[in-house]
Antibody, heavy 121, light 110 residues
Framework: QVQLVQSGAEVKKPGASVKVSCMAS????????INWVRQATGHGLEWMGWMNPNSGNTGYAQKFQGRVTFTRDTSINTAYMELSSLRSDDTAVYYC??????????????WGQGALVTVSS | SYVLTQPPAVSVAPGETARISCGGNNIGSKSVSWSRQKPGQAPVLVIH???DRPPGIPERFSGSNSGNTATLTISRVEAGDEADYFCQVWDSSSDNPGVVFGGGTKVNVL
């Protein structure tokens, strides 16, 4: 069955970077987009961007451009999200989610379990 | 940028019908999906393409989309339906196209 398994919780200091992994099982990572979504405690979902794991093409939400990078290693069916220049308001649970449906009918059919990133001095 | 507006909370008695709205400018021209999120868990897709249910989602969940409002309807509500529900679309109208989420609606089962 399809699963997205993410790396564990991280604690980082302000100004540092964090890299979260998302390993796909039950299908080939290169078949569908991987998106990254974050959620601060008690808040809604915030979309960060997408990656086509086959081509490596990416699209980032304007808010995160210049600070976030999506990569992948197809040999181990794993996608990565790296966020730099961390601030306290980056403290959130970071989810990877599989994107389906094509550009205008986009939806997320599977989600990872989430990875808590805490930014604190 | 495109904005999706959801009521913060909806309360419903067991066995009754819950309707959750998602308002957006001409949202009827977009494809809407809905996800359910229980505390401490990842979201789960319950509706995509406005009204399609993924495998494993009960027929009690249905969706509609027209004009400026999309609606998720949960019939014969059960205690296990208590959760946050988010709507989502792809917005291609701005300079930075991408996914937009509604703020979420907490369904309280009385």
């Amino acid at each position: 069955q399809v699963q997205l398994v993410q790396s564990g919780a991280e604690v980082k200091k302000p100004g540092a970077s964090v890299k979260v992994s998302c390993m796909a099982s039950g299908y080939s990572l290169t078949t569908y987009d991987i998106n990254w979504v974050r959620q601060a405690t008690g808040h809604g979902l915030e979309w960060m961007g997408w990656m086509n794991p086959n081509s490596g093409n990416t699209g980032y939400a304007q808010k995160f451009q210049g600070r976030v990078t999506f990569t992948r290693d197809t040999s181990i069916n794993t996608a990565y999200m790296e966020l730099s220049s961390l601030r306290s308001d980056d403290t959130a649970v970071y989810y990877c989610a599989r994107g389906r449906g094509g550009t205008y009918r986009y939806y997320f059919d599977y989600w990872g379990q989430g990875a808590l990133v805490t930014v604190s001095s | 940028s495109y904005v999706l507006t959801q009521p913060p909370a909806v309360s419903v008695a067991p066995g009754e019908t819950a309707r959750i709205s998602c308002g957006g400018n001409n949202i009827g021209s977009k494809s809407v999906s809905w996800s359910r999120q229980k505390p401490g868990q990842a979201p789960v897709l319950v509706i995509h393409y406005d009204s399609d249910r993924p495998p494993g989602i009960p027929e009690r969940f249905s969706g509609s989309n027209s004009g400026n409002t999309a609606t998720l309807t949960i019939s014969r509500v059960e205690a296990g339906d208590e959760a946050d529900y988010f709507c989502q679309v792809w917005d291609s109208s701005s300079d930075n196209p991408g996914v937009v989420f509604g703020g979420g609606t907490k369904v309280n089962v009385l």
